[in-house]
């Protein structure tokens, strides 16, 4: 999916929402568990009661890839329900030397046909452009993450000043454009969305870290929206979860629902 494409999806659906597909086997609500495919089953009604109010779906992949290949199987089956016009995102964090980034890109470009991967900036170079050679797909660079543990390397100043976080948004900047690199900024971190932007202003945020994480919409809408939105902000948690019994598809339903509400206003008021 191209730029103008997701643009023209929050447009219509007034959102920016993504929601996250964390899907763990020990918070199925119990009715769904003598199914053939729990996951699945679990995702299905997830998809179904929340694609009106979402442009994107995030499967975290650690959550598949922990059952093995039955993991794998709901998660193809998961990606083959998503409506085509949603945009996916392999939440999957890989980089590796070269030729090992490639066949992580032809696993989850070919294979999987995901529009997006999360990839992590660490190994430099080499490890992110074999991802870039696929048309019409997005590498999604970790950024600037949510968690307590991104203080210990990304928020560290080098010699001129900047933070590690600046550097990779400068140097990734030489791998790729705001046609195919997206950066997680996590809402937790909206305090440094200025920054990001006076380096990456048109590029597409993904933004975790609302919800269950504690991030204000509000900021994130207020530091980092663009002209044609520039954020896909993403509740996992705070959805899938919100209910744990029968009812849980449609308390997801209502949760998404109110986001879609806040965002619809943010995008009149900030973009
Ligand atoms: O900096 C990051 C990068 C990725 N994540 C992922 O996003 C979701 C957040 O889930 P919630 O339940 O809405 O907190 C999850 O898949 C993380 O692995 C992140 O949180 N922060």
């Known amino acids: 999916m191209n730029k103008a494409a997701l643009f023209e999806q929050i447009q219509k659906k007034k959102s920016f929402l993504c929601v996250g597909l964390d899907t763990d086997p020990s918070k199925i609500p119990a009715h769904l568990l003598d199914t053939e495919d729990p996951i699945f089953e679990f995702n299905k009604a997830i998809i179904d009661a929340t694609k009106d109010y979402c442009v994107a779906y995030k499967p975290n992949i650690a959550f598949y890839e922990a059952l093995g290949v039955k993991g794998w199987e709901s998660l193809q089956k998961t990606l083959d329900y998503i409506p085509s016009e ?15 980034s490639k066949m992580y890109a032809k696993a989850f470009f070919e294979s999987m046909n995901f529009d997006s991967i999360t990839v992590a900036p660490y190994m430099g ?20 993450t949510s968690n307590k543990g991104g203080l210990d390397f990304q928020y560290q100043k080098i010699e001129n000043g900047q933070m590690v976080f600046e550097k990779v948004l400068e ?3 030489e791998w790729g454009n705001e046609k195919n ?17 006076k380096i990456v202003p048109n590029s597409f945020l993904l933004v975790p870290g609302v919800g269950a994480q504690g991030g204000s919409l509000e900021e994130v809408a207020k530091y980092g929206m663009n002209d044609t939105c520039g954020l896909l902000v993403n509740s996992s948690r705070g959805i899938i979860y919100a209910s744990n019994s029968e009812d849980f598809a449609e308390v997801a ?18 973009s």
């Open 181 to 197: 690199l997206m950066y997680v900024v996590g809402a937790t971190r909206a305090d440094f969305l200025e920054k990001v932007r």
């Open 171 to 173: 140097k990734s900047l």
């Open 125 to 144: 170079e080499d490890s992110v452009t074999p991802f870039l050679e696929f048309d019409n797909k997005w590498v999604i660079l970790l950024a600037a």
């Open 253 to 270: 339903s209502a949760e998404a629902k109110k986001l879609q509400e806040q965002m619809a206003v943010m995008l009149e008021k900030y």
């Open 86 to 100: 949603i945009f996916t995102i392999a939440d999957a964090k890989r980089g590796d030397i070269g030729n090992t």
